[in-house]
T-cell receptor, first 114, second 112 residues
Framework: DGGITQSPKYLFRKEGQNVTLSCEQN?????MYWYRQDPGQGLRLIYY???????QKGDIAEGYSVSREKKESFPLTVTSAQKNPTAFYLC?????????????FGSGTRLTVV | GESVGLHLPTLSVQEGDNSIINCAYS??????FIWYKQESGKGPQFIID?????DKRQGQRVTVLLNKTVKHLSLQIAATQPGDSAVYFC???????????FGTGTSLTVIP
């Protein structure tokens, strides 16, 4: 079955460390997204990519970096510059025209700073 | 000082009753809307969508109503079941159409 796989499910980071969250999809979707979710808040867009080797900043890109070397993969690195990284991170993907398909989401990665 | 988190709107309903969850959006140019359901610790799941040229769409036990005049969206769940307990988000697609914008969500609790 096609879907989006996020790993790991739980991740612990020491202060000052960079960590990378994995997102892989086998849906042949063109666009991929990273969102951050904090308690009591809506999803906030970190980065998105509409095509391989291209990506754009979202509303809260500071302290994060991404790459899109393959259509199937869109890893997110949380750098030491992100001062409050503890959150639930969601990856999503969609076909070219979002009006017809909406997003398919992964199951999320919960990142905690220790 | 102590930080205070935001609290989600909450809705509690008896099993078997109908539920209505509301959402306001801000951009009059938004032309496509989706309701998502998110269970604890999981990613959001698509429930139902509606385009701006419609004012009502029905699915299995769910109905979405769109009022463009007041920029309001609602999700109606018929005969609510315990498995419907979750957080429900609305999302809208606005120009230039390359990303969805999400509401803060409503937490639905179904009382057996």
């Amino acid at each position: 079955d096609g879907g989006i796989t996020q790993s790991p499910k739980y991740l612990f980071r020491k202060e000052g460390q960079n960590v990378t969250l994995s997102c892989e999809q086998n849906l042949n979707h063109d666009a991929m997204y990273w969102y951050r979710q904090d308690p009591g808040q809506g999803l906030r867009l970190i980065y998105y990519s509409q095509i391989v080797n291209d990506f754009q900043k979202g509303d809260i890109a500071e302290g994060y970096s991404v790459s899109r070397e393959k259509k199937e993969s869109f890893p997110l690195t949380v750098t030491s510059a992100q001062k409050n990284p503890t959150a639930f991170y969601l990856c999503a993907s969609t076909k070219g025209d979002r009006r017809f398909y909406g997003y398919t989401f992964g199951s999320g990665t919960r990142l905690t700073v220790v | 000082g102590e930080s205070v988190g935001l609290h989600l709107p909450t809705l509690s309903v008896q099993e078997g009753d109908n539920s209505i969850i509301n959402c306001a959006y801000s951009n009059s140019a938004s032309d496509y809307f989706i309701w998502y359901k998110q269970e604890s610790g999981k990613g959001p799941q698509f429930i139902i969508d509606i385009r701006s040229n419609m004012d009502k769409r029905q699915g299995q036990r769910v109905t979405v109503l769109l009022n463009k005049t007041v920029k309001h969206l609602s999700l109606q769940i018929a005969a609510t079941q315990p498995g419907d307990s979750a957080v429900y988000f609305c999302a809208d697609l606005r120009p230039p159409g390359n990303q969805f914008y999400f509401g803060t969500g409503t937490s639905l609790t179904v009382i057996p």
